[in-house]
């Protein structure tokens, strides 16, 4: 693949990862993070990788600017900003969103970006940073498909999926289904383990022998050994999927769509925030049934 030079904003969990591969597959990679010193550990860590004070030094020159930030408001303050992504990109440049974000704030930018000659893809990402780690994320994306095609082999560097799913937003109400299936998924897991214990049988023994029939998930081979011991330290945290349940429920409010049981288990979320477990992963929820 043709090396490009690309600016990557949000050096998180997801982030920092995502842009070593870009490195690693030979590209020219510029980073800013809003703490400093996170940019400056990744440029020394990654030899020709240069760090910036701002997303617009960063996104100077550059043919593709990723981005892996917090919120919305986050995401406007690395794009649309005086010292933001897009003062400094080129006409044709392409931003690349892989913040899980709300639709509307995707269809503004791409509004905005069009504006200024720019492309735009809303691309949220799914697989937590251990996919990050590995380069295997699905990635789903919105945007127009000319812009799509050019930045999906880059966006190849870390995705073992990665497709089209409509116009701008559509990446982000993806990425809504996806947390809605999730949230209801580990409800449902944690609450068969806490049942499996208060019946008496060896909760592990149930789950190395259900992993083999319809009951299967990546939540039941993956978590479920944790769960049993209370270890919650192993991925996607409850302060984040809460801000992603928010999102779903908006947007729901927005199109008529009814989702008792997402609402339900942010509930179940908040209880667990208050027993102290805001930075705890999301399999938690098994923790409020059995405190």
């Keep these: 693949m043709k090396s490009h030079t690309i600016a990557f904003i949000g050096l998180g969990v997801m982030g920092y990862p995502m842009a070593g591969h870009l490195h690693r597959a030979g590209h020219k990679v510029r980073v800013y993070n809003r703490t400093a010193a996170k940019a400056k550990e990744f440029a020394a860590a990654h030899p020709g990788a240069q760090w910036f004070s701002t ?16 919120n919305d408001d986050d995401l406007r303050a690395v794009t649309i900003a005086q010292d933001g992504a897009f003062a400094g990109m080129s006409a044709g440049a392409i931003f690349v969103d892989h913040t899980t974000a709300s639709a509307q704030v995707a269809r503004e930018l791409h509004a905005t970006a069009a504006e200024r000659g720019l492309g735009f893809i809303d691309a949220p990402i799914s697989g ?5 780690e590995k380069g295997a994320l699905t990635v789903m994306c919105g ?9 999906k082999p880059v966006i190849a560097c870390y995705a073992r999926a990665c497709r089209l799913m409509g116009p701008p937003g559509a990446g982000q109400l993806t990425k809504m289904v996806n947390q809605i299936a999730i949230a209801g998924l580990v409800q449902s897991l944690a609450e068969a383990l806490h049942f499996a214990g208060a019946a008496g049988l060896d909760a592990e023994n149930v789950i190395d022998l259900l992993k083999n029939g319809a009951a299967q ?10 769960m049993v011991a209370g270890e919650f330290d ?10 992603d349940l928010a999102i779903c429920l908006a947007e729901a409010r927005r199109n008529g769509a009814r989702l008792p049981v997402a609402a339900l288990v942010d509930q179940f979320y908040a209880e667990v925030e208050n027993m102290g477990g805001r930075r705890w992963d999301t399999s938690s929820l098994i923790a409020r049934l059995e405190r």
């Design 55 to 70: 997303p617009r030094e960063a996104a100077v020159g550059a043919q593709f600017v990723f981005s892996c930030v917090g």
């Design 128 to 132: 937590g940073q251990a996919g990050a």
């Design 143 to 151: 945007g127009d498909p000319a812009v799509f095609a050019r930045a």
């Design 217 to 226: 998930s990546w939540q039941m081979e993956n978590r479920t050994k944790t």
């Design 234 to 243: 192993f991925g996607f945290a409850v302060e984040w999927m809460r801000k």
